[in-house]
């Protein structure tokens, strides 16, 4: 009877390990992708800007990467919105 009970708090403890790493995982996957999706966009808005001869280019590097990965979308504009304003 003893060995019953230590397996069913065995089996629960493994399903509330495979929970956090499931979460942990779907974190570092979302980071990966905005940071992906970032990077792509950082790419080409510096390319649109520099055909219109606007001399405003974020650089890829790991420091823009790492913002567009936290923040999204919002961290590429974020990176926008400082070089233009130091251009003013």
């Known amino acids: ?3 019953g009970a230590i397996a069913i708090v ?3 403890l493994m399903v509330l390990v495979m929970g956090v790493l499931k979460q942990r995982a779907q974190i570092v996957f979302g980071f990966l992708a905005r940071m992906a999706v970032g990077g792509i966009s950082i790419y080409f808005c510096n390319y649109i800007l520099a055909k219109q001869d606007i001399s ?3 650089g890829l590097n790991p420091v823009s990467l790492l913002t567009a990965g936290t923040l999204g979308i ?3 504009a ?3 919105g400082i070089l233009f304003y ?3």
Do not use: D, K, P, T
């Open 86 to 88: 130091q251009n003013l």
């Open 1 to 3: 009877m003893n060995y």
């Open 78 to 80: 974020l990176l926008y």
């Open 56 to 58: 405003v280019s974020v």
């Open 74 to 76: 919002s961290g590429v």
């Open 10 to 12: 065995a089996i629960c």
